[in-house]
C-alpha cells in the first residue's frame, strides 16, 4: 500500500472517530434535545408578546 493510502485511510478514521464523539455520542444528542426546549420555549414566549 502506498504511504499516502495509508494516512488517507488513517485521516478518514480519525474523522469518524471525531465525528463519533462530537456529533453522534449520547451526550451530544441530549444537548440538542435540551436547546431544542429551551428554543421552543423562548419562541413560544417570545411569540406570546407580540
Do not use: G
Amino acid at each position: 500500500m502506498h504511504e499516502n493510502s495509508k494516512n488517507a485511510v488513517s485521516n478518514r478514521e480519525n474523522l469518524e472517530a471525531f465525528f463519533k464523539r462530537k456529533y453522534d455520542s449520547d451526550f451530544a444528542r441530549e444537548s440538542n434535545r435540551s436547546v431544542e426546549v429551551y428554543w421552543q420555549a423562548y419562541i413560544h414566549k417570545k411569540s406570546k408578546k407580540l
